[in-house]
């Protein structure tokens, strides 16, 4: 199904926990806050650029926290901005749209474009983590690979990588801890683009093995990378 006419594209939509000075009062009374899990994907960062390095895909990565601005939602989803930045008069949530919101689409939305134009299809891994445990409830999975079940090729994907990163030993879910209909880039570009033409897929990880062991998250990344290699080479494909 995946062979070379098709191009990985990668995006990382909440890489940063960055906050311009311009805003930085509003987090001044929460600034330990930034550095924890609702700022930011922790990890998938690192792993978005260790993936364009070994593959060279192009890589897209946001700039700012998501505490500022959520580039993985849309313009009117009632969580764009989040309780520190929705108190912003109009024209300076404006501005952030104008800014951060609307280039990152348009970047991200042009690379896929020009791979189509240029006769590829286009594979996209948005790459983000999630917390081990959220609200008291402990999230039952090592990874998550999240896809619209009605696009035939995405879920059949997902059924062989999934198939893959269970023989390492992982624990794999689909559609787990977000659905993935749920709005995000990726459903925004399966919105533009043909199911023939592109593959969107969330790749979620726990957020347990970046702040775990050095080691345990090296070999995951590598496990992740080379299971998906053998995914687009044809190796390991198929569903059950």
């Known amino acids: 199904m995946i062979g070379a006419e098709w191009q990985l594209i990668l995006s990382c939509e909440h890489a940063s926990n960055k906050v311009p000075d311009r805003y930085g009062g509003l987090f001044e009374a929460v600034s330990d806050l930034l ?11 690192e792993l978005a650029r260790r993936w364009s390095n070994i593959s060279e895909a192009p890589l897209v990565q946001g700039r700012v926290s998501r505490l500022l601005i959520d580039l993985n939602r849309s313009s009117h989803h009632p969580a764009l901005f989040s309780e520190f930045s929705r108190p912003l008069p109009k024209t300076e949530r404006q501005k952030l749209l104008k800014t951060w919101h609307e280039p990152y689409r348009q970047q991200l939305c042009g690379i896929v474009q020009d791979h189509l134009a240029a006769g590829r299809r286009v594979l996209h891994l948005s790459l983000h983590s999630f917390a081990p445990v959220l609200n008291g409830v402990v999230r039952m999975a090592d990874i998550g690979l999240l896809y619209d079940p009605r696009r035939s090729m995405e879920r059949s994907f997902c059924l062989g990588w999934q198939r893959l990163l269970r023989d390492n030993g992982l624990r794999v879910r689909r ?20 199911p023939s033409d592109y593959i969107g897929i969330e790749l979620e990880i726990n957020q347990s093995f970046p702040e775990g062991k050095t080691s345990d998250w090296r070999k ?20 059950r």
Do not use: K, W
């Open 35 to 45: 550095s924890s899990h609702r700022a930011f994907d922790i990890g998938a960062a």
């Open 175 to 194: 559609n787990y801890p977000y659905r993935g209909v749920a709005i995000g880039m990726v459903t925004l570009l399966r919105r533009r683009f043909s």
């Open 220 to 239: 995951l990344q590598h496990q992740l990378i080379e299971s998906f290699e053998r995914m687009q080479t044809g190796c390991g494909h198929g569903s």
